[in-house]
T-cell receptor
């Protein structure tokens, strides 16, 4: 079973639109960590955020915000006022306390921002 | 500071040949991971090193794949008798500690087997 599901394979938005990337995870652990990574066309994955399972506060960083909801096992990522430079593949990942070294990645969402 | 460095950035090889891919992790990072990313696909875990512990090889797809990490730093991923299905981008990542610290990725090695 897929531990991290990113149902949106590809999304296209027009510049300045807001866009939300969905991430649903599955775990039986009470202690776990969730991550988002960005992979621009250049190829290098860039770490964006880590959230642990005990901190459900939403986080905002500039135009980026993350909505963590344990009740729905979701960790969604919203980009406000999207820009062309946001075009990339975004990966959500899960790390569990019980399987310490394993990172479970979703299949990624390819975002294209059209100027 | 310096990030994760991988070499070569591109490698074209003939089917049946052996290849070696190199990864220099960030200094001080004790954990090192290898992933494979096929065109348009997600990340496939291959192998994990943590300090001097035995590596977790559970993701290696066949016995043609092997990896070592010398002196707790540089790692080499070796693919013997390459096949066309081995063509992919091989990504290396390192982190400060196992599991929960963010991974820092290199730019990857794009391997093409002809």
């Amino acid at each position: 079973a897929q531990k991290v599901t990113q149902a949106q394979t590809e999304i296209s938005v027009v510049e300045k639109e807001d866009v939300t990337l969905d991430c649903v995870y599955e775990t039986r652990d009470t202690t776990y960590y969730l991550f988002w990574y960005k992979q621009p066309p250049s190829g290098e994955l860039v770490f964006l955020i880590r959230r642990n399972s005990f901190d459900e506060q939403n986080e905002i960083s500039g135009r980026y915000s993350w909505n963590f909801q344990k009740s729905t096992s979701s960790f969604n990522f919203t980009i406000t006022a999207s820009q062309v430079v946001d075009s990339a593949v975004y990966f959500c990942a899960l790390s569990e306390a019980s399987t310490g070294n394993q990172f479970y990645f979703g299949t990624g969402t390819s975002l294209t921002v059209i100027p | 500071g310096a990030g994760v460095s991988q070499s070569p950035s591109n490698k074209v090889t003939e089917k049946g040949k052996d290849v070696e891919l190199r990864c220099d992790p960030i200094s001080g990072h004790t954990a090192l991971y290898w992933y494979r990313q096929s065109l348009g696909q997600g990340l496939e875990f291959l192998i994990y090193f943590q300090g001097n512990s035995a590596p977790d090889k559970s993701g290696l797809p066949s016995d043609r794949f092997s990896a070592e990490r010398t002196g707790g730093s540089v790692s080499t991923l070796t693919i013997q008798r390459t096949q066309q299905e081995d063509s992919a981008v091989y990504l290396c990542a390192s982190s400060l500690e196992q599991g929960h610290s963010p991974l820092h990725f290199g730019n990857g090695t794009r391997l093409t087997v002809t």
